[in-house]
């Protein structure tokens, strides 16, 4: 054999051993890059605080909130899994919206978990509350009372004709409370009935998904339908559950195909009792 082709072998061998280096080293930080997204998972699950989160302190208030479709004080409509990451950052943000049945107010629910989180802040007296979650508001129960004699009714800067005929809701499946006078639709039943006919008028935007994490962080995706298992069974942490493994897998890759779920889906308000508190 020549010494040139001597030469191209080597360089052909070099050549594939350090992708296959490369490939191992790469495949061993994805790994590692998952357990630390799951590690976050479990402890906002959990409700403790995370690697990421602010240290405990005598002068602080710690609060790490994970999405519950069960809430009895939170009637759920809609819910939904954004998704951001860059090399070295990632960032998941639940959005969930709703009656939250204590303020007579429909809200947005945004809870942040990822390792660059700007966590909301808010000091009463001595104690700073430090918090994953912000609620966004939609419409109170006062206003809609308001504004039921016009047809029309101002959600989030959107005009949107208010539906009276209780009909029209229990086709969706929507029961109506008020068995005794079904003409009087409440706030919750009315935003269960826009998630169904106009779901667009109750989502976040951009930009206020990205209040709490960097302006420059890449979006990946949004996951509209997923499995979800209780919170309130805590023998099913996010690790061992097929929704949060791969999430764990896309940020990690940073590629969305990676997400093939086999289980179905069941995140609808349908599939939960909420808000009966």
């Known amino acids: 054999m020549s010494k040139n082709k001597l030469i191209i072998n080597f360089l052909i061998v070099s050549s594939i051993v350090i992708l296959s280096f490369q490939s191992t080293n790469k495949t061993a930080m994805n790994e590692e890059l998952e357990k630390e997204i799951l590690g976050e998972l479990d402890s906002s699950f959990l409700g403790v605080a995370g690697k990421f989160y602010p240290k405990k302190t005598d002068s602080n208030v710690l609060y790490n909130f994970f999405i519950d479709l069960e809430h009895g004080y939170f009637l759920t409509a809609g819910n939904k899994i954004h998704l951001f990451a860059d090399s070295k950052r ?18 947005i629910q945004l809870i942040y978990v990822g390792n660059c989180i700007k966590y909301t802040k808010e000091k009463i007296a001595n104690l700073e509350y430090i918090s994953n979650m912000k609620f966004l ?17 101002k959600i989030r800067n959107k005009n949107v004709r208010f539906e009276n005929d209780y009909k029209k809701y229990e086709k969706l499946g929507i029961k109506i409370n008020d068995s005794n006078d079904t ?10 009935y826009l998630q169904e006919t106009n779901p667009a008028v109750l989502n976040a935007t951009q930009k206020e998904l990205k209040a709490n994490i960097p302006k420059n962080i890449p979006y990946l995706t949004t996951i509209n339908e997923y499995h979800y298992a209780s919170i309130y069974n805590k023998d099913l942490p996010p690790s061992k559950q ?36």
């Open 90 to 107: 990632w960032a998941i943000i639940f959005e969930v919206n709703g009656y939250n049945n204590r303020l007579n107010q429909a809200q």
């Open 137 to 153: 508001p939609i419409i109170d129960e006062i206003t809609l009372k308001k504004q039921t004699s016009h047809k029309l009714i």
């Open 183 to 192: 003409s009087k639709i409440s706030l919750g039943e009315f935003i269960r």
């Open 242 to 277: 097929e929704t949060f493994l791969l999430i764990a897998k896309v940020l990690a890759s940073r590629n969305i195909a990676k997400w093939q779920p086999n289980l179905k889906a069941n995140n609808h308000w349908s599939n939960w009792v909420s808000g009966n508190l």
